[in-house]
């Protein structure tokens, strides 16, 4: 199925799976079209899926003292779920909303749950997804420390320069943990250059 050819290449970059593996995983697979605005979780719901995009983008953000919090972007090619609520059960914390019309594989955590149990390979690649997911959280909460609103953007615009022009100047100067004037003149600068 070339909906799963994206999906396929990301796994196997974590670990290849023999052609009965694949087959068995495939099976668990889910294709499913969003549209803007549309959620993957809200807070206060329990995490039932792993979203992989093959298109689109969705925000992870959440809610203080009716003040929305943007705390990071995925794009097509990136796994995507509120990940506290899908390995501790308990209700997410934050809203995943998609930002543009989004297509998006879907594993059921308990399908991906069973395939682990009796894959070694399964486990393998769960493993290495959840490393993989708190060395980018670690990098994130690096870059907010040491480096200026000017580096980070730039590195969020290198990531996905096509759809970092469509997402509003308020999600993104929250993400960037900067005032939206701010966002304006960095956006002044580096078309200047």
Do not use: C
Request: hydrophobic residues 35%; glycine residues 6%.
């Amino acid at each position: 199925m070339s909906d799963f050819n994206q999906i396929k290449a990301a796994v196997f970059s974590f670990q290849p799976l023999d052609d009965t593996e694949w087959a068995e995983f495939s099976q668990t697979l889910h294709l499913k079209t969003y549209k803007k605005g549309d959620f993957l979780i809200r807070d206060g719901e329990v995490e039932s899926q792993i979203y992989y995009l093959n298109t689109g983008a969705t925000r992870h953000y959440f809610i203080r003292d009716g003040k929305e919090f943007t705390v990071d972007f995925q794009f097509a090619g990136d796994f995507v779920t509120a990940y506290y609520s899908l390995i501790t059960r308990e209700p997410s914390t934050v809203f995943v909303e998609v930002l543009e019309e989004t297509m998006a594989v879907l594993i059921n955590y308990r399908e991906l749950q069973s395939f682990y149990a009796h894959s070694h390979h399964g486990e393998r690649i769960g493993r290495l997804m959840a490393e993989s997911q708190y060395i980018k959280r670690l990098r994130r909460e690096m870059d907010l420390l040491s480096r200026t609103a000017e580096e980070r953007y730039a590195g969020l615009l290198k990531r996905a320069p096509a759809l970092i022009s469509n997402i509003s100047v308020k999600h993104l100067s929250s993400y960037l943990g900067i005032q939206p004037e701010s966002l304006s003149r960095i956006r002044k600068q580096l078309l200047g250059n």
